[in-house]
């Protein structure tokens, strides 16, 4: 089943990431000190699993490059690893850089379409086959890899390299990616800069000398407000019974096993 806290993105894709990107990394002891990142292959295959779990209700996460499906939040088609959508920009980026890559693919087709209804739910010029063509270009490699291009370029890579700018380990890395994944970054008061911001009005990182944990604690506060806006984040237990369940066992950067669970569903990393 999939759950209707789904991605959220408000602005443009196309400022997401470049101001993530374009801070300066700082020389804190702290952000060099941790050896392994989330970008560690085996970290990042965790958060692939995490984010799938909320997402998608199954660790399963390389099962999704077809997925696709209205489900009715205003955001048009959800679809893929991250949740790409039809009426916020980043499934239009992507089948882009398809096109790009694979011209005349089976979805190149769809590029006027997805330009018109970009910023709205419409299906005009979608329905009925752009679920079936989605699902097709799925077993194609080349789609999947422009998926994992797109993810890492827009959200897993901006989400990263702010973590280690504040001098986080694995888990906090993972908190801002599941952050970004979910409410995209941009101006308005629950993208993910803003998250950040209410969290730093209440405790520094690390790399300012604060305590990991105290901060850890302020930025989720943050981020279960953020949700509590928009009805369809306001399930908060990817971060009740998930992220600050690994916070409070003071597990820092994500060692397995872990255990969580995601609108009561239990899951295990081994």
């Known amino acids: 089943m999939k759950h209707p806290a789904r991605t959220s993105r408000r602005t443009l894709l196309a400022l997401i990431g470049a101001s993530l990107a374009s801070a300066p990394l700082l020389n804190s002891p702290h952000a060099s000190a ?3 990142g989330l970008d560690d292959p085996a970290k990042k295959e965790i958060a692939m699993k995490l984010v799938s779990s909320a997402e998608n209700s199954s660790l399963d996460w390389k099962a999704q490059y077809k997925y696709i499906e209205d489900i009715g939040d205003g955001r048009g088609y959800t679809a893929g690893i991250i949740g ?16 790009d890559r694979r011209p005349g693919n089976v979805l190149a087709p769809y590029l006027p379409a997805l330009r018109r209804v970009d910023g709205t739910d419409s299906h005009d010029g979608l329905d009925p086959n752009f679920p079936r063509d989605w699902a097709r270009a799925a077993q194609d490699q080349e789609f999947r890899r422009a998926q994992d291009d797109e993810r890492d370029r827009v959200y897993f ?5 702010q973590g280690k700018t504040d001098g986080l380990r694995v888990l906090g890395q993972f908190a801002y990616y599941d952050a970004i ?9 629950t993208s993910f800069r803003n998250i ?5 009005n209440q405790a520094r990182p690390p790399a ?3 305590d990991e944990d105290t901060y850890l604690h302020a930025f989720l506060d943050a981020r279960v407000w953020a949700m509590k806006q928009e009805e369809a984040h306001s399930d908060t237990s990817r971060v009740d019974t998930a992220q600050r369940v690994f ?7 994500l060692n397995p096993p872990l255990d969580w669970k995601v609108y009561g569903d239990s899951y295990h990393i081994g």
């Open 196 to 200: 950040r911001g209410r969290a730093l």
């Open 84 to 99: 790409f959508c039809s009426g916020t920009g980043d499934m239009l980026d992507l089948v882009e850089l398809y096109t």
């Open 208 to 210: 300012q000398g604060g």
């Open 181 to 189: 994944v979910m409410h995209g970054d941009g101006t308005d008061p």
């Open 34 to 36: 941790a050896a392994v």
């Open 157 to 161: 890579g901006p989400a990263v390299r």
């Open 247 to 253: 916070l409070r066992a003071g597990n820092l950067d």
